[in-house]
């Protein structure tokens, strides 16, 4: 793949079609995405995600900057902490999912804003944490989105990614690139009527950095102490970091 080149799924594109193309997919499926994400995994993407927030260890009064958290799963569980969170999103479709969400819950107090992660308009040294689930690998250049959520967090502060990787369970993986490929687009056409969408989902995944690639390049936006957990069978992992 050339450098002027990034994944779409399986196709290699230019970066600005990518950056286009993947925020058509988010709102084709944004009204169906969390009714999608119960049925595709099960229901166990809400014990991830509570996993997720338990290893953030949201405080109260503490300023967290919720990036790609679109529908607000994340933000609520961290704003019933205490924090206080800011919900970014490159989608405003998703963003206005999320914010009915809040209203119909009565949850107030938090802050939604439509932000490119590759390059926000928040003010250096802002944020005590930064977290990012189910979201960086739609980032068109991920390296600069890292770059950006160093940039934004005080020192001190911590990063925080839930992603989808490679499954390490022998046999597993076998069987998750059945379902993915042809179980999922299925589910994305009966539920969601949108089978394209989520074949670019599945197909995303399978184009993400495995675990340690992923963790080097947290590193090298400038991160320390970092550390990747993985849930599943590494089908889900957690990967944090430090600014420091």
């Known amino acids: 793949m050339t450098q002027d080149k990034v994944s779409f799924g399986y196709e290699d594109v230019a970066p600005e079609e990518k950056t286009r193309r993947v925020g058509e997919v988010f709102s084709s499926v944004a009204a169906k ?19 997720f927030v338990r290893r953030v260890k949201p405080q109260p009064g503490e300023a967290i900057l919720d990036m790609a958290g679109g529908t607000g799963d994340i933000a609520f569980r961290m704003a019933a902490r205490g924090a206080e969170v800011t919900v970014a999103d490159i989608n405003q479709d998703m963003l206005d999912v999320g914010i009915e969400r809040a209203m119909d819950r009565g949850i107030t107090g938090l802050s939604w804003s439509c932000q490119n992660a590759e390059k926000m308009s928040y003010p250096s040294r802002s944020y005590d944490a930064y977290t990012i689930v189910f979201g960086i690998r739609n980032v068109t250049d991920i390296p600069a989105a890292l770059r950006e959520a160093h940039r934004v967090l005080k020192h001190g502060g911590r990063f925080y990614c839930m992603e989808f990787s490679t499954t390490t369970w022998p046999g597993f993986k076998e069987i998750y690139d059945v379902y993915s490929h042809k179980i999922m687009p299925q589910m994305g056409k009966i539920i969601a009527q949108d089978e394209e969408s989520y074949r670019y989902l599945a197909e995303s995944i399978r184009r993400f950095p495995p675990m340690p690639e992923f963790e080097r390049m947290i590193r090298e936006a400038g991160f320390a102490n970092t550390r990747v957990e993985a849930i599943f069978g590494g089908a889900v992992a957690i990967h944090s970091g430090w600014k420091i």
């Open 33 to 51: 995405y969390d009714i999608m994400n119960d049925a595709m995994s099960g229901g166990m993407h809400r014990l991830w995600k509570d996993r």
